[in-house]
């Protein structure tokens, strides 16, 4: 079977060429332009980050040149072999190819082991634990707030931030940390499953009930006075988009001087968190001897109070207010026994509720 030589016209090669550059352009409008809005990774705030996006970098050099040489030749290919007037025969058709098969068997498999070397590099040293990292930070995780321990070389805790995103306003809250230094974090959850995620460390970890995960980071000297705005990454509740968090990075001077602040905050104040509470109602009747529970709550953070019986079951589940403020929850009538009300935004918040 053979096939008349046609003519090629130059258009063809210009056509060609116009439909690869409308692909490169579109690849760099829509991942690497676009201050803040680029769908490319931002720039990593750590040094573990700066290894993700170097990985990220190659994996995304090679899609992208895999990408314009098949769209390329496939484009190429649809104009040039395009059917023209007086076609009717088939052109000259190819059956086996030793050398294309091998060269499209062995180069994407070289790609796939090289990536697969890289990822397993990147990851070790983005898992990398040390004995003794320089500071250590025990993140809590509960619905629907964050709550930062700070502890000691062994593992005493000395303050506690309950305060986790940073305020603009105030320059309060947030998680801080010292540039430069490693800062190892221990993940646990008291209720679901929840996941710290902060965008630019390029790092998120899930936070698993009866699980300590752990993991460890190092914020690049250039970063200091940033803070980095983080969140809970797994649906975990009616709360959930409130689960924010900050981390602020400070000169190590700096550092001190904040973590200082708060161990004098801590030691101040009694533990802010009220628990183990005691409020007696009395129904006498048909009427309660109480007609109002007052609960403290420190300010600044978002409550509520809801109530379970003796087994566990939650009977009632109230909107939470704004620390500070003050609200009257009412509540159906209650079988005499002894109950827990709590706080669903905080777990350590509980107290007994008897019923007379
Ligand atoms: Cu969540």
Redesign the pocket.
């Known amino acids: 079977m053979s096939s008349t030589p046609r003519k090629r016209p130059a258009s063809d090669a210009l056509v060609a060429g116009a439909v690869v550059a409308i692909l490169v352009a579109l690849v760099v409008a829509v991942f690497l332009t676009g201050a803040g809005n680029s769908l490319y990774p931002p720039a990593a705030a750590t040094t573990q980050g700066r290894d993700i996006r170097g990985l990220y970098d190659i994996v995304f050099a090679l899609a992208i040149g895999i990408f314009l040489l098949v769209e390329g030749l496939i484009v190429w290919s649809v104009i040039r072999y395009r059917r023209r007037p007086g076609d009717i025969e088939l052109p000259a058709q190819t059956h086996g190819n030793n050398v294309a098969e091998i060269v499209w068997t062995v180069v994407p498999t070289a790609i796939v082991l090289f990536l697969f070397v890289i990822s397993w590099q990147s990851l070790s040293r983005v898992d990398a634990i040390s004995a003794k990292p320089d500071i250590r930070i025990h993140a809590i995780?509960g619905?629907?707030q964050w709550q930062f321990e700070y502890l000691d070389a062994n593992g005493t805790k000395v303050a506690t931030q309950l305060a986790p995103a940073y305020d603009t306003n105030t320059g309060a809250g947030g998680m801080a940390v010292p540039v430069g230094r490693s800062v190892q974090v221990t993940l646990d959850s008291p209720d679901v499953i929840?996941?710290f995620y902060v965008p630019r460390f390029l790092f998120k970890r899930d936070v698993v009930p009866g699980q300590t995960n752990r993991f460890e980071f190092t914020v690049e000297p250039s970063e200091a006075g940033q803070v980095f705005r983080g969140?809970?990454?797994?649906?975990?509740?009616i709360?959930?988009?409130a689960?924010l968090l900050s981390v602020i990075a400070l000169t190590p001077a700096d550092y001190d001087a904040w973590l200082q602040g708060l161990i004098e905050k801590s030691n101040a104040t009694p533990e802010p968190l009220p628990s183990g509470t005691v409020l007696n109602v009395t129904a006498e009747g048909v009427k309660f001897d109480t007609a109002a529970l007052e609960v403290p709550a420190p300010p600044g953070i978002t409550h509520d109070v809801d109530i379970r019986d003796g087994g566990g079951a939650v009977l009632a589940a109230k909107d939470t207010i704004d620390g500070g403020t003050s609200t009257n929850y009412s509540y159906e009538p209650m079988q005499a026994g002894t109950y827990t009300f709590f706080c669903s935004i905080h777990s350590n918040m509980t107290g007994t509720l008897t019923v007379k």
């Open positions: 995780a619905q629907f929840h996941a969140q809970c990454a797994e649906l975990c509740g709360g959930h988009r689960m």
